[in-house]
């Protein structure tokens, strides 16, 4: 249906709670799909682009070791801390309106970043990248949902849009290799947002399942709170993991969390319906965001710096490396959709941890090689497997909750998966870094990625959905 197919029939998803005094506009599929996937792109690549410049911008901001964590965890600490209210509120106020406001958001915060001139400005700039892109993403499979009303359709869709979140992993750190300085790819970076966001307020139209009530503020604050207190203890513990402060920090992480499904519980409209947990599907979907987090992102988070210090290579020669995982990631997803009804997305994901297992394995040993070309076997093998969780997981995080809710069912999986990459990325660090050398440092921390992506593939087959 185009935008020039204006109806007024009633919708079959339900009586409405709040019924508008007018329909809502027709969704217009390809247009929504096209600038939901490009804006997609840009807060990925936003995400990624310090993966090679890390080193460089540790330089221009004087950051310790331990302290690098911080510039790459911001922006997925503002993700995770934020995904799930975000999809409560594009559910209820209006998913094109909060696509929008944190495109045109993402925009400011990463042209704000290009200035930062201490880590804590470039964190906090991060941490509000993440709060931007939290808004966008969260919002993006609700329209993709709403314009997509078939399961064909809405396979299609999400297997496109998941193809965008490879694409966009891929060209970050190119983007940023090509440029003469980091403060230069941010400025692109923030300009590509906000032209997004201009083309947006024209192809988008709205929709919505309001729910009534108020936003979980205090559901938010306690969350974000309880990760901080996670991530700055998985930070810490490089210096030792039995300090007080590493103690304090995570008992502070159980007492907020224990907060948090307090308020839940209690608020009429929550951030994520506790309920759910007793769903096997969302279980699958929550297990396979986190673990991907930990398995997959926190190790490639953090590879590309270690590389550059360790084999000698430039920014760009580890962007084109890694365009080998990163780019078969964005092919395989792309083509993942024509497994559909062969393989189930569980099963799809199963296959995709196994494969990033068996890749990554086969990188024991290279760094203390002091060899790239044996790299390339497991960047292979693990680019596929990245390709197929990252088509999987959209599909069945929309699959898991109802039709009404998808914006919050895309917001729980992906607030898993960027718990995962914080937890992922500070303990990669604290492993590389508290041994006896890089090399050694390296290979524990991928056969821990490998083992965790085990653990995962059995996780996501044993949920499966009781008859």
Same mark, same amino acid.
């Given at each position: 249906?185009?935008?020039?197919?204006?109806?007024?029939?009633?919708?079959?998803?339900?009586?409405?709670?709040?019924?508008?005094?007018?329909?809502?506009?027709?969704?217009?599929?390809?247009?929504?799909?096209?600038?939901?996937?490009?804006?997609?792109?840009?807060?990925?690549?936003?995400? &990624?682009?310090?993966?090679?410049?890390?080193?460089?911008?540790?330089?221009?901001?004087?950051?310790?070791?331990?302290?690098?964590?911080?510039?790459?965890?911001?922006?997925?600490?503002?993700?995770?801390?934020?995904?799930?209210?975000?999809?409560?509120?594009?559910?209820?106020?209006?998913?094109?309106?909060?696509?929008?406001?944190?495109?045109?958001?993402?925009?400011?915060?990463?042209?704000?970043?290009?200035?930062?001139?201490?880590?804590?400005?470039?964190?906090? &700039?991060?941490?509000? !990248?993440?709060?931007?892109?939290?808004?966008?993403?969260?919002?993006? @499979?609700?329209?993709?949902?709403? /314009?997509?009303?078939?399961?064909?359709?809405?396979?299609?869709?999400?297997?496109?849009?998941?193809?965008?979140?490879?694409?966009?992993?891929?060209?970050?750190?190119?983007?940023? +290799?090509?440029?003469?300085?980091?403060?230069?790819?941010?400025?692109?970076?923030?300009?590509?947002?906000?032209?997004?966001?201009?083309? +947006?307020?024209?192809?988008?139209?709205?929709?919505?399942?309001?729910?009534?009530?108020?936003?979980?503020?205090?559901?938010?604050? &306690?969350?974000?709170?309880?990760?901080?207190?996670?991530?700055?203890?998985?930070?810490?513990?490089?210096?030792?993991?039995?300090?007080?402060?590493?103690?304090?920090?995570?008992?502070?992480?159980?007492?907020?969390?224990?907060?948090?499904?307090?308020?839940?519980?209690? &608020?009429?409209?929550?951030?994520?319906?506790?309920?759910?947990?007793?769903?096997?599907?969302?279980?699958?979907?929550?297990?396979?965001?986190?673990?991907?987090?930990?398995?997959?992102?926190?190790?490639?988070?953090?590879?590309?710096?270690?590389?550059?210090?360790?084999?000698?290579?430039? /920014?760009?020669?580890?962007?084109?490396?890694?365009?080998?995982?990163?780019?078969?990631?964005?092919?395989?997803?792309?083509?993942?959709?024509?497994?559909?009804?062969?393989?189930?997305?569980?099963?799809?994901?199963?296959?995709?941890?196994?494969? =990033?297992?068996?890749?990554?394995?086969?990188? @024991? +040993?290279?760094?203390?090689?002091?060899?790239?070309?044996?790299?390339?076997?497991?960047?292979?093998?693990?680019?596929?497997?990245?390709?197929?969780?990252?088509?999987?997981?959209?599909?069945?995080?929309?699959?898991?909750?109802?039709?009404?809710?998808?914006?919050?069912?895309?917001?729980?999986? !992906?607030?898993?998966?960027?718990?995962?990459?914080?937890?992922?990325?500070?303990?990669?660090?604290?492993?590389?870094?508290?041994?006896?050398?890089?090399? =050694?440092?390296?290979?524990?921390?991928?056969?821990?990625?490998?083992?965790?992506?085990?653990?995962?593939?059995?996780?996501?087959?044993?949920?499966?959905?009781?008859?």
């Amino acid at each position: 249906m185009t935008g020039l197919d204006r109806t007024t029939a009633t919708q079959s998803a339900g009586p409405a709670i709040h019924p508008a005094p007018l329909a809502e506009p027709s969704p217009r599929p390809a247009p929504t799909l096209a600038v939901t996937s490009a804006a997609t792109a840009v807060a990925l690549m936003t995400y &990624t682009a310090p993966m090679v410049t890390l080193p460089g911008i540790a330089g221009a901001l004087h950051t310790s070791v331990s302290a690098q964590a911080w510039l790459l965890n911001g922006t997925p600490l503002g993700l995770a801390a934020l995904l799930l209210v975000a999809g409560s509120l594009a559910d209820d106020y209006g998913r094109r309106r909060i696509f929008l406001a944190g495109t045109v958001a993402l925009g400011i915060t990463t042209a704000l970043g290009a200035l930062a001139t201490s880590t804590w400005l470039f964190t906090l &700039t991060r941490i509000a !990248q993440g709060a931007a892109s939290a808004a966008l993403l969260a919002s993006s @499979l609700g329209l993709l949902v709403h /314009a997509f009303p078939t399961p064909r359709g809405r396979l299609h869709a999400t297997g496109v849009w998941g193809a965008f979140v490879s694409g966009g992993i891929a060209v970050g750190p190119l983007l940023a +290799g090509a440029m003469p300085n980091w403060r230069t790819a941010y400025g692109i970076l923030g300009a590509a947002a906000l032209v997004v966001a201009a083309l +947006g307020s024209r192809a988008l139209t709205e929709s919505r399942a309001p729910r009534g009530g108020r936003p979980d503020l205090a559901g938010a604050l &306690t969350f974000g709170l309880a990760l901080v207190s996670l991530v700055a203890a998985l930070t810490l513990g490089r210096d030792g993991w039995l300090r007080p402060s590493v103690g304090v920090l995570l008992a502070a992480t159980v007492l907020l969390t224990a907060a948090f499904v307090l308020v839940e519980r209690r &608020t009429r409209t929550p951030m994520i319906d506790l309920g759910l947990l007793r769903h096997r599907p969302f279980l699958a979907s929550a297990a396979g965001g986190l673990f991907m987090g930990l398995a997959v992102i926190g190790l490639f988070s953090f590879l590309p710096a270690l590389f550059q210090r360790t084999l000698g290579l430039s /920014a760009m020669d580890t962007a084109w490396l890694f365009l080998l995982w990163s780019g078969l990631s964005f092919g395989v997803a792309l083509q993942a959709r024509r497994l559909a009804g062969r393989v189930s997305p569980r099963h799809q994901l199963a296959l995709g941890f196994a494969l =990033h297992a068996a890749g990554v394995l086969t990188m @024991l +040993g290279a760094v203390d090689a002091g060899s790239w070309t044996r790299l390339l076997p497991g960047f292979v093998v693990s680019g596929i497997g990245s390709g197929l969780l990252n088509a999987g997981l959209p599909l069945l995080a929309v699959e898991s909750v109802p039709a009404a809710r998808a914006a919050m069912g895309s917001g729980a999986q !992906q607030t898993f998966r960027y718990i995962g990459s914080c937890a992922g990325v500070a303990l990669t660090i604290a492993l590389v870094t508290s041994t006896r050398t890089p090399a =050694h440092g390296a290979d524990v921390a991928i056969a821990v990625s490998a083992g965790l992506a085990a653990v995962a593939a059995v996780s996501v087959v044993a949920l499966r959905e009781r008859g």
